[in-house]
């Protein structure tokens, strides 16, 4: 008789025979830098979780790596914001001074800039707007390109472009090419949804739009066929890397592109999705063994990255 009790019955039996692990090698920690000291501190939603001045920042990855968590997500909050975003574009930026600053301090660390610009508008959209209020595509393309490019001059391993204009993977790598960075990789944003749980991120990131929404840039969350052609049209534009993003509600995109697709699959756990757990827990309604049963989901889903706020504590519980 079969009995697959048999091998459940001790925890070596059950290490024996487990079909994915969660392994610390594979997460990103995203880090939140403010360009004036005075905006750092802890973010309400995000309990756990800091607004970092640059010196912050550097030491976070520092520590990091002690830990064994291979790389940082970084995203900038600029002292002054403008309608272009210019903050974004300066080579002494937060997010330039932030590279640097790690590299100088912790070369092995691996360092991801988010390349956006809602974090750097006043309006808060993730590009430029035209004459009625929309977001330009091709004005925002060659714009966050020439971000990229100072980005990479500053050091950078890795550009993950989040705006979800099209066609700007070909122009980031063609710009990043043209200036001789062609061993900076890019990890682009994907399928990318137009997501309620990215709330605490706006709230972290003072980048909550202020008239309308991202739903003519951002996917709609019913689709996974469109999904699917967003990831296969970057992988033709040069994206070494794609992401599926939120992740628990979207498992079921991760797991589509997984079987389509041989490039490395990004996950990422987003703002709203760690604001939840860390409520339940904080309220004694889940135990905090939850947390590794959501992140090996990705793993089981066929993610190779996991891109968590829960990264850090995950590494020291599971040293
Ligand atoms: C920038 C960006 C966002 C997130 C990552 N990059 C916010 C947004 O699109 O509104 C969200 C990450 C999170 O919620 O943790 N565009």
């Known amino acids: 008789m079969i009995r697959l009790r048999r091998l459940r019955r001790t925890p070596a039996l059950r290490a024996l025979v487990r079909e994915h692990q969660l392994r610390k090698e594979h997460l990103v920690q995203p880090a939140f830098v403010v360009e004036r000291s005075s905006d750092a501190g802890p973010i309400a939603s995000m309990p756990g979780i800091s607004r970092l001045d640059v010196d912050q920042a550097v030491a976070e990855a520092q520590a990091l790596h002690a830990i064994g968590i291979p790389a940082v997500l970084l995203f900038g909050i600029p002292a002054r914001k403008d309608a272009t975003g210019s903050a974004n574009a300066d080579p002494n930026g937060v997010v330039q001074r932030t590279i640097r600053g790690i590299k100088q301090a912790q070369p092995e660390m691996l360092v991801i800039a988010d390349l956006c610009n809602c974090e750097y508008t006043d309006h808060g959209h993730c590009g430029l707007l035209d004459g009625r209020g929309n977001v330009d595509n091709d004005a925002t393309v060659s714009f966050l390109s020439r971000v990229a490019v100072t980005y990479a001059q500053s050091g950078v391993d890795v550009i993950a472009p989040s705006d979800m204009m099209d066609g700007r993977v070909e122009a980031i790598r063609s ?28 709230e972290a990131a003072e980048s909550a739009p202020a008239h309308g929404d991202r739903r003519s840039y951002q996917m709609d969350p019913p689709n996974v066929r469109e999904a699917l052609r967003e990831i296969a049209l970057d992988i033709e534009e040069g994206a070494d890397a794609v992401m599926v993003k939120p992740g628990l509600p979207y498992l079921d995109v991760l797991r589509a592109a997984r079987d389509a697709f041989d490039v490395p699959i990004a996950v ?17 309604w889940l135990e905090e063994r939850a947390i590794d049963e959501v992140l090996t989901a990705f793993v089981r889903a066929g993610a190779d990255i996991v891109i968590t706020y829960f990264a850090k504590e995950w590494a020291t519980r599971n040293r």
């Open 175 to 202: 710009a990043l090419d043209a200036h001789g960075f062609t061993d900076v990789a890019i990890l682009s944003y994907a399928a990318k949804y137009a997501s309620a749980f990215y709330g605490p991120f706006r």
């Open 268 to 284: 990422y756990n987003v703002s709203g999705e760690y604001a939840m757990l860390k409520a339940a827990i904080a309220h004694g």
